[in-house]
């Protein structure tokens, strides 16, 4: 069973040492830059490890956006020698459960980008739920769903 545990000064050394496989540096951005961007938006965002088995084997991050309103899933990454397992999926699933909380405020949207040749990444987000909304930033398309 996977779980999501906030990225604290414990912790974040791990986030830095996950690995990405080769060719996904282009896809997703490691989580060294991710918890730079956790530092500015801080009051508006959540970062954490996912932790399968008490190791920490991925990290993502949970941004909610006041302009629009709505909660952004950002940089979600699996360890390269952890990939395969299901632990995207059941982090994914973690991360809308914590959504569904309202943490920073009260919007049903849940919004994501993805690389538009990221089949493995654009699957599973289809399978959960997620469809593309037309905008596309760069070579990064959009999708989104609605929670309850």
């Known amino acids: 069973m996977v779980e999501l545990k906030p990225i604290t000064e414990s912790n974040f050394v791990d986030a830095f040492n996950l690995k990405l496989a080769p060719g996904q540096e282009e896809w997703v951005s ?9 530092y500015v938006y801080r009051d508006q965002c959540q970062p954490f490890g996912i932790y399968a088995d008490g190791r920490m084997v991925g ?3 949970v941004v909610y956006d006041y302009d629009i309103p709505e909660y952004d ?7 390269e020698a952890e990939q395969g397992r ?17 943490p920073f405020g009260d919007s049903p949207r849940v919004a994501l980008t993805c690389h538009k040749d990221n089949a493995v990444a654009l699957g599973l987000y289809a399978k959960k739920g997620f469809v593309a909304t037309g905008a596309v930033y760069d070579d990064e398309v959009e999708l989104a769903m609605t929670v309850g």
Not at 73 to 79: F, P, T
Request: charge should be neutral.
């Open 30 to 38: 490691h989580p060294i830059r991710s918890l730079a961007q956790a």
């Open 59 to 61: 990290y993502v991050m």
């Open 73 to 79: 899933i950002w940089h979600m990454v699996i360890d």
């Open 86 to 102: 299901g632990y995207g999926s059941e982090a994914l699933d973690r991360a809308i459960q914590y959504i569904m909380t309202k």
